[in-house]
């Protein structure tokens, strides 16, 4: 490709908008141009780099037994009525009605359609398993879109689907994606880490995802130096310290005035915070029967939610809404706490009642386990300026849900090994899902086994952004001049500047002569031959971030040959004419060989 036709432009400065460096250095290089909040086209040198890692994602799925095939990005609203999800997810979900007046929706992943495939297409364990995949558009209504790439609304995935005919089989192909998913992010130049991760929206038994550890990751990932545990935050669990058992005493109500946080209790009282139980509030929309609620909620019904957590923890909302079954959870207003019969900062279930009366809104309480094990808590009194010294669970007050809803923080002990956890932040470049039955079931997904009985096809879920992957790699691969591409995603191996001499030629036919037998031998070269200064070229050249640069001038044929220095280093050579191809090719293979060795085993951790 020569320069002067490529289509866009370098830019000088940033988008004031851009907030991290990826972002900015694509908007600058001239990769990727914005139409709307989250929504991107991608320019010639960007989609360059995309198919490779599309041909990166290919090459691993077809060795791990995938088919490619091709769903549509426009689905009837019927089938994700069928599983529910048509009412479950919020406004992320972009509905719309075609002419007819039928509901539809752009597609957000392809669970569904995939498990409308299989009723039709799958009959027999014969036909198991199977895994199919498929590169295609998806759109989230994302409400904050944000740092370029890395949060969009319009985007492109690879999800693949495992389709067995047993839980042992879909074991095998979750493994197997386990490590094929390493192999496509070192092949890509990018080290990550899986971490055990929510279900959410997709549902299912297991779930894990990919995170690039950076500062800018809107993630919290919780690690373990000792034993290698690694989770979301929404999920991490730690061992919690017990407290010292005492005999249970009476309660006492104490003033305690303007204590209205657990700090300004436990200083007002000389105590702990962990001595201290803590009151959040949440409205919950709950369209399911889960446990504590069985009989009592119709389709779709917002309830209050009491939780009861100890005052040196902080509540986790992912644990509380997956223990609940909501499908949406906010903070409660000061009103609807009131309302309850509670009284904000200093509350607590004591004295509450349980069951609304007429259509009222009902109070469900749930306490974090800590509670259970931690003896004469001071609690709120419901009254203001008072709380109560020495509350006991379950003596005091009972609970609709026992469980563990208390966030993972630095220093917390591993629940594997005891060792202090520490926290980083991290960008989830893929996820793998375990989710079983939970499609086949809801769309009638069969097939005979060897028995002639009819089973449910056990299914699994893949997915990794590609456009995300790519703003990743940006963010590992730049420095203060522009991006470094890993030569396996780079959109051109060599970028090749032309400086003319003055009242000669020779130059520039060299560079045409060199810019062909590149070609022809496969190389593939991006020619600068615009009539710009030596100090713009060379600029846009570090902006881009081609791994090999050759400069073809007079100062440098004088000197036997064409200069060439490689992107990350300093360095710069003299290659002979009769020698650069050879050279060049011998380089770019010597940086491919690189990133292969990065491409080994890794320990599978459930």
Same mark, same amino acid.
């Given at each position: 490709?020569?320069?002067?036709?490529?289509?866009?432009?370098?830019?000088?400065?940033?988008?004031t908008?851009?907030?991290?460096?990826?972002?900015?250095?694509?908007?600058?290089?001239?990769?990727?141009?914005?139409?709307?909040?989250g929504?991107?086209?991608?320019?010639?040198?960007?989609?360059r780099?995309?198919?490779?890692?599309?041909?990166?994602?290919?090459?691993?799925?077809?060795?791990?037994?995938?088919?490619?095939?091709?769903m549509p990005v426009?689905?009837?609203?019927?089938v994700?009525?069928?599983?529910?999800?048509?009412?479950?997810?919020?406004?992320?979900?972009?509905?719309?009605?075609?002419?007819?007046?039928?509901?539809?929706?752009?597609?957000?992943?392809?669970?569904e359609?995939?498990?409308?495939?299989?009723?039709?297409?799958?009959?027999?364990?014969?036909?198991?398993?199977?895994?199919?995949?498929?590169?295609?558009?998806k759109?989230?209504?994302?409400?904050?879109?944000?740092?370029?790439?890395?949060?969009?609304?319009?985007?492109t995935?690879?999800?693949?689907?495992?389709?067995?005919?047993?839980?042992?089989g879909?074991?095998?192909?979750?493994?197997?994606?386990?490590?094929?998913?390493?192999?496509?992010?070192?092949?890509?130049?990018?080290?990550?880490?899986?971490?055990?991760?929510?279900?959410?929206?997709?549902?299912?038994k297991?779930?894990?995802?990919?995170?690039?550890?950076?500062?800018?990751?809107?993630?919290?990932?919780?690690?373990?130096?000792?034993?290698?545990?690694?989770?979301?935050?929404?999920?991490?669990?730690?061992?919690?310290?017990?407290?010292?058992?005492?005999?249970?005493?009476?309660?006492e109500k104490? &003033?305690t005035?303007?204590?209205?946080?657990?700090?300004? =209790? #436990? +200083?007002? $009282? @000389?105590?702990?915070?962990?001595?201290? !139980?803590?009151?959040?509030?949440?409205m919950?929309?709950?369209?399911?029967?889960?446990?504590?609620?069985?009989?009592?909620i119709?389709?779709d019904q917002e309830y209050?939610?009491?939780?009861?957590? &100890?005052?040196?923890?902080?509540?986790?909302?992912?644990? =509380? #809404? +997956?223990? $609940? @079954?909501?499908?949406?959870?906010?903070? !409660?207003?000061?009103?609807?706490?009131?309302?309850?019969?509670?009284?904000?900062?200093?509350?607590?279930?004591?004295?509450?009642?349980?069951?609304?009366?007429?259509?009222?809104?009902?109070?469900?309480?749930?306490?974090?386990?800590?509670?259970?094990?931690?003896?004469?808590?001071?609690? @709120?009194?419901?009254?203001?300026?008072?709380?109560?010294?020495?509350?006991?669970?379950?003596?005091?007050?009972?609970?609709?849900?026992?469980?563990?809803?208390?966030?993972?923080?630095?220093?917390?002990?591993?629940?594997?090994?005891?060792?202090?956890?520490?926290?980083?932040?991290?960008?989830?470049?893929?996820?793998?899902?375990?989710?079983?039955?939970?499609?086949?079931?809801?769309?009638?997904?069969?097939?005979?086994?060897?028995?002639?009985?009819?089973?449910?096809?056990?299914?699994?879920?893949y997915?990794?952004?590609?456009?995300?992957?790519l703003?990743?790699?940006?963010?590992?691969?730049?420095?203060?001049?522009g991006?470094?591409?890993?030569?396996?995603?780079?959109?051109?191996?060599?970028?090749?500047?032309?400086?003319r001499?003055k009242?000669?030629?020779?130059?520039?036919?060299?560079?045409?002569?060199?810019?062909?037998?590149?070609?022809?031998?496969?190389?593939?070269?991006?020619?600068?031959?615009?009539?710009?200064?030596?100090?713009?070229?060379?600029?846009?050249?570090?902006?881009?971030?081609?791994?090999?640069r050759?400069?073809?001038?007079?100062?440098?044929?004088?000197?036997?040959?064409?200069?060439?220095?490689?992107?990350?280093?300093?360095?710069?050579?003299?290659?002979?004419?009769?020698?650069?191809?050879?050279?060049?090719?011998?380089?770019?293979?010597?940086?491919?060989?690189?990133i292969?060795?990065?491409?080994?085993?890794?320990?599978?951790?459930?």
């Amino acid at each position: 490709m020569k320069f002067s036709q490529l289509f866009g432009q370098t830019l000088r400065d940033a988008p004031t908008d851009a907030d991290v460096e990826s972002h900015k250095l694509l908007m600058r290089a001239g990769f990727i141009r914005p139409l709307g909040a989250g929504i991107f086209s991608y320019l010639h040198l960007a989609k360059r780099s995309i198919m490779k890692i599309e041909a990166i994602l290919r090459d691993e799925m077809d060795l791990i037994g995938g088919q490619e095939i091709l769903m549509p990005v426009v689905h009837p609203a019927e089938v994700w009525k069928e599983t529910g999800r048509w009412y479950q997810i919020g406004s992320e979900m972009g509905r719309f009605k075609d002419r007819n007046d039928h509901d539809m929706l752009l597609a957000m992943t392809h669970e569904e359609v995939v498990a409308d495939l299989v009723r039709r297409e799958v009959q027999s364990y014969k036909q198991l398993p199977r895994l199919v995949y498929h590169i295609q558009t998806k759109w989230r209504d994302d409400p904050r879109p944000r740092a370029g790439l890395l949060r969009v609304r319009e985007f492109t995935m690879k999800d693949s689907y495992s389709l067995d005919a047993d839980w042992d089989g879909l074991d095998k192909q979750y493994r197997a994606h386990y490590q094929a998913y390493f192999n496509i992010y070192h092949r890509c130049g990018l080290d990550v880490i899986a971490v055990k991760s929510d279900t959410g929206m997709m549902g299912g038994k297991l779930a894990h995802e990919y995170m690039y550890l950076t500062p800018i990751g809107e993630d919290t990932l919780i690690l373990c130096d000792a034993c290698g545990y690694t989770a979301n935050r929404q999920v991490a669990c730690f061992q919690k310290t017990p407290a010292v058992p005492e005999e249970l005493k009476t309660v006492e109500k104490v &003033r305690t005035p303007e204590c209205k946080s657990i700090e300004d =209790l #436990a +200083n007002f $009282l @000389g105590v702990p915070k962990s001595k201290t !139980a803590k009151a959040v509030f949440f409205m919950a929309t709950i369209s399911q029967d889960p446990k504590g609620f069985e009989g009592l909620i119709g389709s779709d019904q917002e309830y209050f939610i009491f939780t009861i957590i &100890r005052g040196d923890m902080e509540l986790n909302e992912t644990k =509380l #809404a +997956n223990a $609940l @079954g909501a499908r949406e959870l906010r903070p !409660a207003t000061e009103d609807e706490i009131k309302a309850a019969g509670a009284v904000p900062g200093f509350a607590s279930p004591i004295g509450l009642s349980p069951l609304p009366s007429g259509d009222g809104l009902g109070v469900r309480v749930v306490v974090d386990d800590s509670i259970t094990f931690s003896p004469n808590l001071v609690a @709120g009194a419901n009254q203001a300026d008072y709380h109560l010294l020495n509350t006991n669970y379950p003596r005091d007050y009972t609970a609709d849900i026992v469980t563990d809803i208390a966030a993972a923080d630095e220093g917390a002990a591993c629940p594997e090994c005891g060792s202090p956890l520490r926290v980083s932040r991290g960008v989830e470049v893929g996820n793998i899902f375990k989710l079983g039955t939970r499609y086949s079931d809801a769309l009638g997904c069969t097939f005979l086994d060897r028995d002639g009985q009819q089973k449910p096809v056990i299914m699994g879920s893949y997915g990794i952004g590609v456009g995300r992957l790519l703003a990743c790699v940006a963010e590992e691969h730049h420095d203060e001049h522009g991006l470094v591409w890993p030569i396996t995603v780079t959109p051109f191996h060599v970028h090749m500047v032309l400086l003319r001499g003055k009242g000669t030629p020779q130059a520039e036919e060299t560079a045409d002569k060199l810019y062909a037998d590149l070609q022809a031998a496969g190389v593939e070269v991006l020619y600068d031959d615009r009539d710009e200064s030596p100090g713009v070229k060379f600029n846009d050249s570090d902006l881009i971030g081609c791994p090999v640069r050759i400069t073809v001038s007079e100062r440098a044929l004088g000197q036997g040959g064409v200069e060439m220095k490689l992107r990350r280093e300093q360095a710069k050579d003299i290659l002979p004419l009769e020698e650069t191809v050879a050279r060049l090719r011998s380089v770019i293979q010597s940086m491919r060989e690189e990133i292969l060795l990065k491409v080994v085993p890794v320990k599978y951790v459930d």
